[in-house]
């Protein structure tokens, strides 16, 4: 089965209100050896790989240029309606 890979676009100074009504659900990404990332990531798109997920995979992170091997760690979800407002992206060490 093929890695489902996932956009993000680093996230510049837009409150994570706006970013909801825009489509799109606010991030971190954080690991061993690397700076933590804020990030935004289309909505439509994250929900469709996550059907597609099973528990503690890894999917690929594209930022910008870069590449990153992630799980998802946590996903919090606002409580009336059910909808997604952050993801957090770890990234292990895989040695």
């Known amino acids: 089965m093929k890695m489902p890979t996932l956009s993000a676009e680093m996230r510049k100074g837009k409150k994570p209100k706006s970013l909801l009504k825009e489509g799109k659900i606010p991030a971190v990404l954080y690991g061993k050896g690397i700076?933590?990332?804020?990030?935004?990531?289309?909505?439509?798109?994250?929900?469709?790989?996550?059907?597609?997920?099973?528990?503690?995979?890894?999917?690929?992170?594209k930022v910008d240029a870069k590449e990153f091997l992630v799980q998802i760690k946590e996903i919090q979800t606002d409580p009336i309606n059910g909808k997604i407002i952050h993801i957090d992206f770890y990234k292990p060490e895989l040695k």
Do not use: G
Not at 42 to 60: A, D, G, P, R, Y
């Open 35 to 61: 700076e933590n990332l804020n990030l935004e990531v289309k909505e439509k798109e994250f929900e469709k790989i996550l059907k597609q997920m099973k528990e503690n995979s890894l999917i690929c992170l």
